[in-house]
């Protein structure tokens, strides 16, 4: 049975061994799992495997940003591997986009949803200037945002921010991964473009990657039902 709740908890541990202790916890019903650079570049997809074996869907966070051809190859090992989602970044551009989309057509239903990260969280308008981008946050999204739906993705990574004008734009097909979820009186930590739990869900928002808030949290699954009741 598809997990129902929007909450992706992300797992960002040096020890494997931390990250199952934190997973052995928590409930699929509740979450589903995230696996980002860290963890997988230190435990590969035997640790994927282990997280499907427990029942969780998961989202390979790899954020693959490379030439078409080689980003079309990592986003058909990723199916292979049988996760829930998987991204790219939309800055590779259109090409690149339609052919990780072309790569996945095999797999049919069994596909992984396919998103591209838009503007990191952790981004503000100062880190986009140095880059020589002159647009606001939001903008920017909206720029590669547009890039995205016109590719055929099923979505976007952005800060709940951008979700209301993002739904108005491009309808509520087109799913919104926010990740910069913290509860009221966290801690925003490296994150910039923040917002609530509920602010994010009454925005529109798919699905809320929310780590540290949890995972640091000294009751994890406490922190996890009081995000799930609050957003019921
Ligand atoms: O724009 C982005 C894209 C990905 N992330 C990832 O989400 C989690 C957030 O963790 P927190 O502890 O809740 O800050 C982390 O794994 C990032 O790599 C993101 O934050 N922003």
Not at 34 to 39: A, D, H, L, Q, R
Not at 44 to 62: I, M, S
Not at 81 to 87: A, F, I, Q, T
Not at 183 to 207: E, F, H, I, W
Request: charged share 20%.
């Amino acid at each position: 049975m598809s997990c129902r709740s929007p909450v992706i908890v992300a797992l960002d541990f040096e020890q494997q061994q931390h990250a199952l202790n934190l997973v052995s916890q928590l409930d699929p019903s509740l979450c589903r799992l995230k696996v980002g650079k860290e963890m997988f570049t230190h435990f590969g997809p035997d640790f994927v495997k282990a997280l499907q074996q427990r029942g969780f869907e998961v989202f390979l966070d790899l954020k693959f940003h490379d030439i078409p051809n080689t980003v079309a190859k990592a986003v058909a090992a990723a199916a292979e591997l049988g996760v829930w989602m998987v991204n790219v970044h939309a800055s590779g551009g259109s090409r690149m986009m339609q052919a990780a989309k072309e790569a996945l057509l095999p797999f049919g239903a069994q596909a992984p949803k396919l998103i591209a990260v838009t503007v990191l969280t952790s981004m503000e308008q100062s880190d986009l200037t140095e880059l020589g981008i002159m647009l606001t946050p939001a903008q920017q999204v909206q720029k590669l945002a547009a890039l995205t739906a016109a590719a055929g993705l099923d979505g976007v990574v952005c800060s709940a921010q951008e979700a209301t004008l993002l739904k108005q734009q491009f309808g509520q097909q087109f799913q919104l991964v926010t990740p910069g979820i913290r509860p009221a009186n966290s801690a925003a930590d490296d994150q910039r473009r923040v917002m609530t739990p509920k602010a994010a869900q009454l925005a529109g928002v798919d699905y809320m990657v929310i780590g540290r808030p949890i995972t640091k949290a000294a009751d994890p699954l406490g922190a996890l039902k009081a995000i799930v009741d609050e957003l019921a």
